[in-house]
């Protein structure tokens, strides 16, 4: 196959992707469909490789080139020219052809002759028949609307930092400047700013959808809540009253929706076929890899077509954009709009240098938007020097996963390093002098007027330091549990809850966090922050004292902090590890397999796993084993590889795939083959074979079972010495009753509404009106009123609804540390009117009826549903659970058009799809 003919069948294949049907000119049929392309299409300048029909007009041309061709594809932007000037043969109309491509088989370039100063861009995938469809209605393009339709933007309610991030965005959308990066202080309103230009592109520039993207779950949550309290500046009505903003939680996008706020996680998931970790979605992407532990490249998804998205906004843009999610931006045809407090060098180069923005944290102190603050340092002996635990000692021994303690004598001197402080020794007087001094300090020198101990906010290293700090907080103040409380994931008491409180109520006073509230999080009242961990990125470590920075009038600050003295005016940084003094760095982890064991890895290196993934996710995970083990097991490790220690197997494997090196060594072998290289000649098999060499060296020890299992049975055996043997229990902290009562009242609040309103809103009819409508609920209905109940003051979302279930009725609620579900508001209305003893997860519902369904059916039938007819049946009923009933349309869904849509269903169902279908639907959901 030569590489033209190689390069046709890839474009053929993108094209069919895209919706298209090809034909040969010979075979013309324009009315096959909407969109038809028609190969070597005659012209008067020769024949054209491709011509596309739209609506049986001729609207574009795409011009093939091999794939070698590729870097060159620009010099051919005139020959695609000429072909769309050129007279069609057929054709009437001598007008140009709007729409014009250059391919290979790898990459395809755009340009729509309708906009100011056309210009090529490089895009994923072929748009669809339907867009340019579209496109051909509208009077002006996109960027034409850019460039002349922008109203002049109102100021009033708008800080001058916010006046110019829209403004100067606006300037570089009217010169079709593809990305654009908007730097605004913590506090200065970013999201606000964001928001007030989604709806001027919206309202002005006629954007069809646009795309939220952030980074975890709770930045979701908070822009979504930001959306639905926005008011326009021209308009008396809420952001969500008149856009459908949709937070994703499934692989579903609603097509109605205006705006949809995800995570670069979920999407990513929805375009590469990867399942979804649903806890990545909490996490930090500071504090873990953002690699997931099988990567895969992004394909075309015909449910998501490239032009889905006009514009992409990317919160906290530095964090999660520069490694294998960067395909999520690569996919989409759409401008790319940054927002950062914190930029760096890699921001400002992804964003070409378009900064429309510049908001310094310096200049937000100057205008009153944020607050200064001090640096108050704690320093003590074991926090500078260490200690040591000296032979036969009687301490603690303590597991770090499960906390449990054994009583035991050391066997050695054990001197341990500030830098294993609450590793491999956790000392309790250290914990507790910093506390107390803390205390003595905020008390007697920083606020000696205060009365309550202000808002603070302690950073842990671990979820382990995190509970020996809260157990000291409580006992040096003399406090119970509500003046102290950790803000984790991994928190048992409900996360957002405690955030919620820590915010506004009077207790907590102190929290204490790992990482959920070190970026993104507003906490208006806090005036203290005390760092017991370091923070080697500059970055998060800015984003980190960004909690502490924002103002907050004198009303706001007493309602939490009664004693206070006015407004908010500074805040302190405790620095007890000398997080100001030490050295900052950009650096991105070595971690790409998260998610898969340690002796996975092992194992698999040893059956020969050799790709820079395994080989670096191991060596990662050495390193970070050599930091926290004892001598002892050290030693064993190093008996069991012949010498070599942890620490060094880890590095080998790194050295191992350094490029420099790989070179050396490829020419070295080269020279004793007699054979004269530069690096410049060498070749691509050379320098595999190389690679190939230096990786099987470093990896050969794992070869031997006895090092993989050392290795395993030290990192599950590590234990932590408790250098004190009065040490505090980790206590359950439950709910407390102010959480308790307002739980109570969600729930009220959440009943009332359903009796009010049962006649207005058809989702609660459905169900007010059981059994006999029961084939009438859908998932707009379910859409409808999960908008009510949203919208002020309810508030009243699918999670904090069940939230507040598990509380009250903490029995009778399951699944309640999953992800919920739109649809899960169908269970949520069943418990609520009586219906369901339990409460389930709607799709635990919908799997246990589909059973009962499926058995009871086959039992009735003279001929039970074959294997693959019950595969359908399965796949249908996922589309039930996330969607709350099934229609021919939904065949066009990618699960469901991937495994054959429609057409696939009726040769297996026949006449009985629709009969099948709608007894699903009411069997299942009802």
């Given at each position: 196959m030569t590489p033209e003919t190689k390069a046709r069948l890839l474009i053929d294949q993108k094209l069919e992707q895209a919706g298209w049907i090809i034909q040969d000119y010979r075979?013309?049929?324009?009315?096959?469909?909407?969109?038809?392309?028609?190969?070597?299409?005659?012209?008067d300048t020769g024949p054209a490789d491709y011509v596309l029909f739209v609506d049986r007009q001729a609207v574009g041309v795409i011009e093939a080139k091999k794939d070698n061709a590729g870097e060159n594809l620009t010099v051919t932007e005139t020959q695609t020219g000429r072909y769309a000037s050129a007279q069609l043969k057929w054709r009437k109309d001598s007008t140009p052809l709007r729409f014009l491509y250059e391919a290979t088989g790898q990459i395809i370039r755009f340009t729509d002759n309708a906009d100011p100063a056309p210009r090529s861009r490089e895009i994923f995938h072929f748009y669809t028949p339907q867009i340019l469809a579209e496109w051909l209605t509208q009077p002006q393009t996109l960027r034409a609307r850019l460039a002349t339709h922008m109203p002049p933007l109102p100021e009033q309610n708008l800080r001058d930092c916010q006046v110019d991030a829209v403004t100067g965005l606006e300037a570089s959308l009217a010169l079709n400047k593809p990305r654009a990066l908007v730097h605004m202080a913590t506090g200065a309103g970013k999201t606000f700013t964001a928001i007030t230009s989604v709806y001027r592109l919206l309202k002005f520039g006629g954007a069809k959808r646009i795309l939220f993207?952030?980074?975890?779950?709770?930045?979701?949550?908070?822009?979504?809540?930001?959306f639905m309290a926005y008011t326009p500046p021209d308009d008396g009505r809420k952001f969500t009253e008149l856009y459908n903003v949709q937070r994703l939680a499934s692989p579903h996008i609603d097509p109605h929706a205006q705006v949809c706020i995800s995570t670069i996680q979920r999407m990513y998931s929805i375009l590469s076929g990867e399942p979804i970790d649903e806890s990545a979605e909490d996490l930090s992407p500071n504090e873990i890899a953002q690699t997931p532990s099988q990567a895969k490249l992004v394909r075309y998804n015909a449910a998501v077509p490239v032009e889905l998205f006009d514009f992409i906004i990317i919160d906290e843009c530095h964090r999660s954009i520069y490694n294998l999610w960067k395909q999520v931006l690569d996919y989409f045809d759409a401008y790319l709009i940054g927002l950062t407090a914190t930029p760096d060098k890699r921001t400002y180069g992804f964003f070409n240098q378009n900064i429309v923005a510049e908001y310094s944290y310096e200049d937000s102190v100057a205008d009153g938007v944020n607050v200064g603050y001090d640096v108050f340092e704690i320093e003590t002996e074991v926090t500078q020097k260490g200690a040591e635990v000296k032979a036969k000692e009687w301490v603690?021994?303590?597991?770090?996963?499960?906390?449990?303690?054994?009583?035991?004598?050391?066997?050695?001197?054990?001197?341990y390093t500030s830098k294993e402080l609450d590793k491999s020794v956790v000392n309790p007087s250290q914990i507790r002098t910093v506390i107390t001094a803390m205390k003595r300090a905020v008390e007697t020198q920083i606020f000696p007027n205060r009365k309550e101990t202000p808002k603070t906010l302690i950073f842990a290293k671990t979820d382990s330091h995190a509970d020996d700090i809260i157990n000291t907080v409580r006992e040096v103040y003399g406090q119970g549990n509500a003046f102290c409380k950790k803000v984790t994931y991994k928190a048992e008491e409900d996360p957002d809850s405690v955030l919620a409180a820590f915010r506004n109520d009077f207790n907590p006073r102190i929290a204490v966090t790992v990482d959920m509230i070190a970026t993104g999080t507003d906490v208006k009242p806090l005036e203290v922050l005390l760092f017991m961990r370091d923070v080697r990125s500059r970055g998060y470590y800015e984003q980190m004292k960004g909690r502490g920075v924002r103002s907050l009038d004198a009303d706001g600050l007493q309602r939490v902090s009664g004693s206070a003295e006015g407004a908010k005016t500074h805040f302190v940084l405790i620095d007890a590890v000398g997080v100001e003094k030490s050295l900052k760095t950009e650096s991105r982890p070595l971690e790409r397999k998260p998610n898969l064991a340690l002796k996975d890895l092992l194992q698999g290196v040893a059956m020969g796993h050799r790709d820079d993934d395994t080989v670096l996710s191991l060596a990662n995970r050495l390193i970070r084993l050599a930091k926290l083990l004892d001598a002892k097991a050290q030693a064993r490790i190093e008996k069991a590889s012949g010498g070599i220690s942890t620490r060094e197997l880890g590095k080998n494997l790194i050295t191992a795939l350094d490029p420099d090196g790989i070179i050396r060594t490829a020419l070295n072998t080269a020279e004793a083959q007699g054979i004269t290289r530069s690096e410049e000649t060498l070749t691509e098999e050379e320098l595999t074979a190389a690679r190939n060499q230096r990786v099987a060296q470093a990896a050969a020890p794992f070869d031997n079972p006895a090092l993989r299992d050392e290795i395993d049975n030290a990192r599950r055996e590590r234990e932590q010495i408790i250098d004190h043997i009065n040490l505090d229990q980790v206590s359950f902290a439950g709910f407390s009753a102010q959480a308790q009562a307002q739980a109570e009242k969600t729930i009220q609040t959440f009943t009332d509404y359903l009796q009010q309103h049962q006649d207005e809103i058809a989702a609660l009819g459905f169900f007010y009106n059981q059994p006999y409508q029961r084939r009438t609920i859908t998932f707009d209905m379910i859409d409808t009123l999960h908008q009510h109940l949203g919208q002020p003051p309810m508030m009243l979302t699918t999670e904090k609804l069940w939230a507040a279930y598990a509380r009250v009725k903490e029995g009778a609620v399951k699944g309640v540390n999953r992800q919920r579900q739109l649809t899960d508001l169908v269970s949520l209305l069943r418990f609520a009117l009586g219906l369901d003893a339990e409460l389930h997860p709607f799709a635990d519902e919908v799997d246990k009826r589909f059973q009962a369904w499926a058995f009871r059916?086959?039992?009735?039938?003279?001929?039970?549903?074959?294997?693959?007819q019950m595969q359908w049946l399965r796949l249908m009923k996922d589309h039930i659970a996330s969607s709350c009933s099934i229609a021919r349309d939904d065949f066009d869904y990618a699960e469901l058009a991937g495994a054959g849509g429609l057409q696939k269903a009726w040769q297996l169902f026949g006449h009985e799809l629709d009969g099948v279908m709608d007894e699903m639907n009411r069997e299942l959901v009802a």
């Open positions: 075979q013309i049929n324009l009315g096959a469909a909407l969109g038809v392309v028609v190969r070597e299409y005659p012209t993207l952030v980074d975890t779950r709770n930045l979701g949550k908070q822009a979504q809540q930001e603690d021994h303590r597991d770090r996963a499960t906390r449990a303690k054994r009583w035991a004598e050391t066997e050695d001197d054990t001197a059916h086959n039992a009735q039938r003279a001929t039970a549903f074959s294997p693959e």
